[in-house]
């Protein structure tokens, strides 16, 4: 079960990632086949994958700490010590 504290965080990051307009609906197509990582993630420039990379900084200021933001399997963004668990 999770925290208060932990499903609030989950949903300052929805509501972020609406008020950006970055879900699925967003302009720009996904890959045609999904990309499932093996040992380790691959990165795809955000314009790459149809997403704005100023939007996506402004997510992880406001999320702050560390993250990471996937679409189609691949990373776009990434912030924080990602090694941390």
């Known amino acids: 079960m999770r925290s208060a504290g932990s499903r609030l965080s989950v949903g300052w990051g929805l509501a972020a990632l609406l008020a950006c307009g970055l879900t699925e609906s967003s302009s720009g197509a996904a890959?045609?086949?999904?990309?499932?990582?093996?040992?380790?993630?691959?990165?795809?420039?955000?314009?790459?994958?149809?997403?704005?990379?100023?939007?996506?900084d402004k997510i992880a200021e406001v999320l702050d700490g560390r993250g990471c933001i996937v679409k189609g399997g691949y990373v776009v963004k990434s912030w924080g010590?990602?090694?941390?668990r």
């Open 31 to 56: 890959p045609a086949t999904a990309n499932f990582p093996q040992k380790a993630w691959t990165f795809r420039p955000p314009a790459e994958m149809g997403l704005d990379a100023g939007r996506l």
């Open 81 to 84: 010590d990602q090694a941390k």
